[in-house]
Structure formats: structure tokens, C-alpha cells
């Protein structure tokens, strides 16, 4: 309660309410759990605007596991644990939009396969000319995509058909693709492969993976979350693998809330930490390359060097870490879609120090961040081993 996280809240910056802040969000809760407070809508549209970033947790004396106690928090009143005064099933505007987007997270945004079917259909109106179209008259979902759709990853390189160039006796990893390897992300997916065979490395993408569970975990729903992270946990651990690689900070940081057989690490963080001996030289750079550095990068898996470490390993290259780092672009998963006028508020800073850098490049180790910005600045943004898979 003494406050000195409330100045590192974003959405506190934005609405100077109390309620927005973190210690204001630990008071709703505390009067909800003691009964003292209803659980009526304008409580629970302050306790859903949370990004969830940690940004409080980073500075707490105290050592306040908020992030913890916020995911509780939504859990309990998914579960209707909390007296209301006004039921939470009503139709307001803002629980109509949060249902609809929570339907979307359960059929589209977390099956992989459901995702890539509908990528497909939007690179189809993308070749036909017609993006345009689809950005400006599909609502938010429209507004959030990316300038450039990827194409859906290629049949040769989606799960369970990975061409493996290595010998049988290679080490052998994981790659666990997100919900968005087939689709969003599917240019990673296809640098990752190609960065990790240059390096020697048989790579094992099995067909059964699921959602890693944070947009649940975030969401409230706490029991899906955990049943997914289980899941996984089975499909990696019986396949005799050297490492799970993650693409994606927030996945990463998702599936290493529990002990897992095999060790799981970010991909960025992986190849970083290859030493330069086992590396082919790759050919010089010149570019200027804009680090953006994602909140579940710096504050949940707590590796805010290592896009800078592995992007450093191509001669040449100019690296700008962004100033505006320390805050949250808004993204948040969900958030971005539940909340897009406060999404798009956080974001602006960041396309402001964008446009006056002009960099050749701009870098995101999380999908979300990365479609966010691209979305707003008209430019791609990549993922860091992209970069890498360009010089082999």
C-alpha cells in the first residue's frame, strides 16, 4: 500500500484514478474478498484495464506478486465468487464486448489450426487487393492487423512435417509455434527452423501442441489455463529433446509457470547464448535496427539483454534499444481488441520515437507487441531471429 508503483502504472498515467493504479486495484480486491465491496461493473472495468505488464512489481520494496493476485482476482469473478449489487451477466457495453472477444480467444485466436484456416482466407483478399478494405471495414479486429499479412506457414513447415536436413544423431529441440505460427507469426516459425538446422539442430514442431493458456490466465480463467500448460507439458516431455525452444516472450514466460521434463527457453534467449564459435560468420549489416523490449520479456522472464545479445552477433548492424521501453505498448493480449482506444493511447509514444528514428528495422521478441506497433506505424515489425535468418 505505500504507492511507490503507482508513478510505473501506464494506465494509471492515463486516467490519474486511483483505481487504475496497482495499489488501487489491491483495494478493489481487498474489499471484494471481505465483502465490502459489490462486484458491479465499474469494479470490475477497473480491475479488467489492467495490462497485466508488471511494470509494479519491478519496483515494489515489498515484493508484491501483483500479477499473481490480479489473475485471482478475474478468476474469482469468473466464477461469480463476489457479491454483486448488479448482476455481471447483464448486457452493458463493456461485458458485451469482453464476452465477444473471449469467444474469439476460445474458437479462433487459440487454435492454432482455426487461425491459419483464417489467415489464409486474409492473405487471399491481401493478394486480390483488398486488405485495404478489410482493414478499414472489419472493425477492431481489422484496425489490429499488421500493414503486411505473412502468407500461412507452408504445409512443408507445419508441425509434424518439419524437414529435418540434420543427422539422426543431431541434438534435437522443440519449437513450440503459439497459436500464431500458421498465421501471424509464420515468418518467425520459418527463420527459426532455418537459424536452428544452420546451427545444427533437429528441429521437432509435434502436431498436438497446444495454446500455451495465457490470454485464459489473463482472462480468468485459471482451470483452462492450467489444463493447456498440462497438455503441453505431455506433448515436449516425451520426445527426448535437448531443449523446448518458445517462440514468443509471453508463451515462454506462460509455460514456464510450472516444472516442466525439459528445459524451456525463448528462442531469442537461446540462440543468444550460443557461443560465436559455433556460429558460420554471417555477412555485415549496415541497417539501424529499433529494439522494442516486450513486458513479458523484461519483467516476467526477466531477459531485457537478450535481443541486444543476439542481434549483436551480425557485424555492422546499428542497434537503438527504444527509449520508451520502460512502458507498455498496449498490446496485452486481449487488450488491444477489449480496450482499443487505451491500447492505442499507450501505443502512440513508441510510433512517435519510431518516426523520428526512421529505423531500417524495428524488432519485437512478442507477436502481440509486434502486430500492435506494425498496425499503428505502417511498417513491418520482425522478430529478432528474422534478422538473423536474413544473413544465411
Given at each position: ?21 496497482p ?10 474478498a471481505?465483502g ?5 461493473p ?12 508488471r ?7 515489498s515484493?508484491?506478486q ?8 478475474r ?8 457479491s ?6 447483464e448486457?452493458t ?7 465477444r472477444?473471449?469467444?474469439?480467444r ?13 489467415w ?6 491481401e ?5 485495404g ?14 500493414p ?37 507469426n ?6 527459426s ?9 533437429a ?25 493447456l500448460?498440462?497438455e503441453?507439458?505431455?506433448?515436449f516431455?516425451?520426445a527426448?529433446l535437448?531443449?523446448?525452444?518458445v ?16 528445459p524451456?527457453?525463448?528462442?531469442t534467449?537461446?540462440l ?16 539501424r ?7 513479458s520479456?523484461?519483467r ?5 539483454a ?18 520508451t521501453?520502460?512502458r507498455c ?16 493511447t ?15 528495422f ?7 507487441c ?6 499503428g ?8 531471429v ?7
Open positions: 500500500m505505500c504507492g511507490i508503483c503507482v508513478p510505473y502504472c501506464p494506465t494509471f498515467a492515463l486516467s490519474r484514478n486511483e483505481a487504475d493504479g495499489r488501487g486495484r489491491i483495494s478493489l480486491a481487498l474489499g471484494l471481505e465490502t465491496l459489490a462486484a458491479n465499474d469494479v470490475v472495468a477497473h480491475l479488467d484495464g489492467c495490462l497485466t505488464c511494470a509494479c512489481e519491478s519496483v515494489c520494496p515484493q508484491v501483483y500479477g499473481a493476485l490480479i489473475d485471482e482476482v478468476g474469482a469473478l469468473a466464477q461469480n465468487v463476489f454483486a449489487t448488479t448482476s455481471l451477466n448486457s457495453q463493456p461485458k458485451a464486448a469482453q464476452h472477444w473471449t469467444l474469439w476460445n474458437r479462433i485466436f487459440s487454435q492454432r489450426q482455426t487461425f491459419g484456416r483464417l489464409a482466407v486474409l492473405t487471399f483478399f493478394r486480390m487487393h483488398l486488405g478494405f478489410i482493414r478499414r471495414f472489419g472493425g477492431r479486429f481489422g484496425q489490429a492487423l499488421p503486411q499479412t505473412p502468407s500461412r506457414l507452408p504445409r512443408r513447415f507445419r508441425p509434424n512435417q518439419v524437414a529435418n536436413l540434420q543427422p539422426a544423431n543431431a541434438k534435437k529441440v522443440g519449437l513450440f509455434i503459439g497459436c500464431t505460427g500458421e498465421s501471424l509464420s515468418d518467425a516459425v520459418r527463420a527452423i532455418r537459424v536452428l538446422n544452420a546451427l545444427g539442430y528441429v521437432e514442431i509435434p502436431k498436438v501442441q497446444v495454446c500455451c493458456g495465457a490470454m485464459h490466465q489473463h482472462g480468468g480463467d485459471l482451470e483452462r489455463a492450467a489444463a500448460r498440462a503441453n507439458r505431455t506433448v516431455g516425451g527426448d535437448t531443449a523446448l525452444l517462440i514468443g516472450t509471453a508463451c515462454a514466460g506462460e509455460l514456464l509457470r510450472e516444472a516442466n521434463s525439459v524451456v527457453i525463448e528462442i534467449d537461446f543468444a547464448e550460443i557461443p560465436d564459435a559455433e556460429w558460420s560468420p554471417l555477412p555485415p549489416n549496415p541497417a535496427v529499433a529494439i522494442h523490449l516486450p513486458c520479456q523484461t516476467m522472464l526477466k531477459q531485457p537478450s535481443t541486444e545479445r543476439l542481434l549483436q552477433k551480425i557485424p555492422g548492424l546499428k542497434i537503438v534499444p527504444l527509449a521501453n520502460n505498448c498496449g498490446a496485452a493480449g486481449l487488450h488491444l481488441l477489449m480496450y482499443p482506444e487505451q491500447a492505442d499507450l501505443r502512440t509514444p513508441k510510433l512517435i520515437e519510431l518516426n523520428e528514428l526512421k529505423p531500417d524495428v524488432v519485437s521478441a512478442n507477436i502481440g509486434a502486430t500492435h506497433i506494425a498496425a506505424l505502417g511498417a513491418p515489425v520482425v522478430h529478432p528474422e534478422l538473423v535468418a536474413m544473413g544465411l
